[in-house]
């Protein structure tokens, strides 16, 4: 199995940027789709997007997509999630994790149940 380690969060301006950062160790860390999620306090975990293996494709929810990119650099096993235009509703707990599912059709893969690997998240605060 993997294990996951996000790094990066903190307090933040609204219209300010932010960079996330998920180290994994263990298993081949290119042999899993990488996938981002948040949870708000009293909200359903969100997913927010993925990676493929190569990281040569993304896939992200309509509530991020132009504000937030990911990448990974299965040379160093991490994978990244930059965000930019903050606004107070992306107060969360962030969370990276890892998919073993096999295809290539990242949006099918955007449930909590198509992720076994989870890191412990790290708090991502926006002020107004």
């Known amino acids: 199995q993997v294990q996951l380690v996000e790094s990066g969060g903190g307090l933040v301006q609204a219209g300010g940027s932010l960079s996330l950062s998920c180290a994994a160790s263990?298993?081949?860390?290119?042999?899993?789709?990488m996938g981002w999620f948040r949870q708000a306090p009293g909200k359903e975990r969100e997913f927010l997007g993925n990676?493929?293996?190569?990281?040569?494709?993304?896939y992200y929810a309509d509530s991020v997509k132009g504000r937030f990119t990911i990448s990974r650099d299965n040379a160093k096993n991490t994978v990244n999630l930059q965000m930019s235009s903050l606004q107070p509703e992306d107060t969360a707990v962030y969370y990276c994790a890892g998919s073993t599912k096999s295809t290539f059709l990242l949006h099918v893969v955007t449930n909590r149940a198509s992720y076994a690997y989870w890191g412990q998240g790290t708090q991502v605060t926006v002020s107004s």
């Open positions: 263990g298993r081949t860390f290119s042999n899993y789709i």
């Open positions: 990676i493929n293996r190569s990281g040569g494709s993304t």
